[in-house]
């Protein structure tokens, strides 16, 4: 057993975090905003190619101001992936809107055939569509944006897991009217807490930028014609984020490293599949997920975990959550046999080469 557990995905810091931590001390920003918070928008931008960033305490927040300032309100129908972690779709609710889930195709992400259905089966035209890059995978972009602008439904990326996936050579988060990113402890880059909200409409950041600081108007005193919240992101935060993303690139590579290296050492049993690259993308492989032909996932992750090894089920698709029983979906069962099937494995881009040897090591025992 190890001494030592091996994470699913821990955070790993670049080394420059504590020296701009310490800037923020020295010039007192510690809150309310402060410089780290511009510089840690403008590195998005320049790294992703999106026109505007307004960093925000998480992707949770942010995706709620995406649908707030793209109009979506009460009894609006919003399309979503259906294979997705809830944070993705809980601002809908929030929003009181009703979802329309989308389950996937062989990409494991949405798949567009399934999008088409939804769209004409929907009660009314729904008004937004939030698409999941699951696990750092790339949609099929193509047709999705294409299906998008033919109907005249907004497209809200999901990157919470993808920031550093590419398609044609285009960021994550940037095919969309609108994209979000999430630096939350367990992502390819971590503040401990923390999301981006980004887009080439710069109205539309403006006014995400003002609805995420309780809607203050312009004048001298506390002034408030509508509702807003409190989703900005804290200089301290932003100033981690400034480090990790000096170091984004190698963390990508990295984590990209370690999915080959599992595929190298576990590629040989016929029972084993890999999460698909589709033609033309650059996942980030923010986790190397597989699935079983026979073996139990579960027995797998027993026999992980009795080596303090830490591994996970597949996101349990939201057409299946008892939150959603009575929403609409379109559905041709791959996401419920991938979760059926699927074991998420310990990618962290800390680990070494050893790490992953040792937790193929656990699985072939099982499989044997
Ligand atoms: C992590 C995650 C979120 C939520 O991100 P937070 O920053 O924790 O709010 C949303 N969607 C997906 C797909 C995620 O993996």
């Known amino acids: 057993m190890h001494n030592q557990r091996i994470f699913l995905s821990p955070p790993h810091m670049s080394g420059k ?35 505007f960033a ?26 979503a992936s259906s294979f997705t972690f809830v944070g993705s779709v809980n601002a809908i609710l929030y929003q009181n809107a009703h979802p329309i889930f989308v389950d996937s195709d062989e990409s494991w992400n949405i798949s567009p055939r399934l999008l088409k259905k ?89 006014k995400a930028k003002f609805l995420s ?13 509508e509702y807003g919240y409190n989703y900005r992101m804290s200089n301290v935060l932003a100033a981690i984020g400034v480090a990790q993303m000096e170091v984004l690139e190698e963390r990508v590579e990295r984590r990209r490293e370690i999915f080959e290296l599992y595929r190298t050492l576990l590629g040989g049993y016929d029972e084993i599949g ?40 597949l996101w349990k698709p939201m057409h299946l959550q008892p939150l959603f029983q009575k929403s609409i979906v379109v559905e041709n069962g791959t996401s419920e046999n991938l979760f059926n099937r699927g074991i998420c494995l310990p990618s962290g881009s800390s680990m070494s080469n050893e790490d992953v040897e040792c937790v193929s090591d656990v699985i072939k025992k099982v499989l044997k």
């Open 274 to 313: 890999f999460m698909p690259e589709i033609q033309g993308s650059r996942g980030n492989r923010w986790l190397t997920t597989l699935i079983l032909d026979k073996t139990d996932p579960y027995k797998i992750m027993a026999e992980l975990e009795a080596e303090n090894i830490e591994s996970r089920p």
């Open 54 to 79: 307004l960093a925000t305490n998480t992707a949770t927040a942010a995706l709620h101001l995406a649908l707030r300032v793209l109009g979506i309100g009460s009894g609006d129908y919003v399309l």
């Open 17 to 51: 975090e504590q020296q701009y931590i310490s800037e923020v001390f020295e010039s007192n920003y510690i809150a309310p905003l402060g410089a780290f918070v511009e510089r840690f928008e403008q590195s998005i931008c320049n790294y992703t190619g999106a026109g």
């Open 118 to 206: 939804a769209i004409i089966e929907s009660p009314k035209k729904p008004k937004a569509l939030i698409v999941t890059h699951l696990y750092g995978q790339m949609c099929k972009m193509d047709e999705i944006v294409q299906i998008c602008k033919e109907e005249g439904i907004y497209l809200i990326e999901d990157a919470a897991e993808s920031l550093g996936a590419s398609y044609h050579g285009k960021q994550s988060g940037t095919f969309g009217d609108m994209g979000v990113y999430s630096f939350n402890g367990n992502k390819i880059l971590t503040t401990s807490s923390g999301g981006m909200l980004v887009s080439d409409n710069e109205v539309w950041i403006e």
């Open 213 to 225: 600081t309780q809607a203050k108007e312009d004048a001298p005193y506390y002034e408030h014609k």
